[in-house]
């Protein structure tokens, strides 16, 4: 299993920046991707980036140009650099793992808990 813990969120003012963070524990030699969500009030969750454990990324249209997805792997954390942030941007944020664990032919995805991101003047 894979545990996942988020945590930089919090308010911001338009136009401000927040870097998010996302740690993993477990069985990160399963992980090959972890991907950053976002969940707004009343509205579906969406991809906004992920990173494989090769280090390719993908950004969501959503905040293209606006957001930098990058990786320590010493720490075994992966950040959410949010730039230029607005008000439409306020959402929960969550990161989630994508895994396969080879030894026991198993795939699952785990999701942290979400950290809250308020854009706000």
């Known amino acids: 299993q894979v545990h996942l813990v988020e945590s930089g969120g919090g308010l911001v003012q338009p136009g401000g920046s927040l870097r998010l963070s996302c740690e993993a524990s477990?069985?990160?030699?399963?992980?090959?991707?972890i991907e950053w969500y976002r969940q707004a009030p009343g509205k579906e969750r969406e991809l906004v980036a992920d990173?494989?454990?090769?280090?390719?990324?993908n950004y969501a249209n959503s905040m293209k140009g606006r957001v930098t997805i990058s990786r320590d792997n010493a720490k075994n954390t992966v950040y959410l650099q949010m730039n230029t942030l607005k008000p439409e941007d306020t959402a929960v944020y969550y990161c989630?793992?994508?895994?396969?664990?080879?030894?026991?032919?198993?795939?699952?995805?785990?999701w942290g808990q979400g950290t809250q991101v308020s854009v706000s003047s």
């Open positions: 989630a793992a994508d895994t396969l664990n080879i030894a026991k032919m198993e795939a699952a995805r785990y």
């Open positions: 477990g069985d990160i030699f399963t992980i090959n991707a």
């Open positions: 990173i494989s454990k090769h280090g390719s990324t």
